[in-house]
Nanobody, 125 residues
Framework: HVQLVESGGGSVQTGGSLRLSCAVSEYTYSTNYMGWFRQAPGKEREGVATIYTGAGSTYYADSVKGRFTISQDIAKNTMYLQMNSLKFEDTAMYYC???????????????????WGQGTQVTVS
């Protein structure tokens, strides 16, 4: 059973940067893909970035391309989301997730993930 713990959220001004971390209990077939998702009040949870852990391939939502970078350090059992040029509309609760998905490599949706962290709040003002 994979356990995920996010950290690094906080409040930042527009144009600022934050780096989120996700501590992963173990890398197994259950972490074939990992990703970052976000959910703003009154909105559905959406995929932000996905990484295929085997090859390190990355995929992004159009809204964050060029600003956010997903990465992993398997030796440290940690996944990251570097967020630059933050906008007000990036304000949300951010979650990391792990997926057993084994299909075509792409940005995953929340319904395709099997394990979730508790979330970390990002507020941009």
């Amino acid at each position: 059973h994979v356990q995920l713990v996010e950290s690094g959220g906080g409040s930042v001004q527009t144009g600022g940067s934050l780096r989120l971390s996700c501590a992963v209990s173990e890398y197994t077939y259950s972490t074939n893909y990992m990703g970052w998702f976000r959910q703003a009040p009154g909105k559905e949870r959406e995929g932000v970035a996905t990484i295929y852990t085997g090859a390190g391939s990355t995929y992004y939502a159009d809204s964050v391309k060029g600003r956010f970078t997903i990465s992993q350090d398997i030796a440290k059992n940690t996944m990251y989301l570097q967020m630059n040029s933050l906008k007000f509309e990036d304000t949300a609760m951010y979650y990391c997730a792990a997926s057993k998905y084994a299909g075509r490599r792409r940005l995953l949706g929340p319904y395709e993930c099997n394990y979730w962290g508790q979330g970390t709040q990002v507020t941009v003002s």
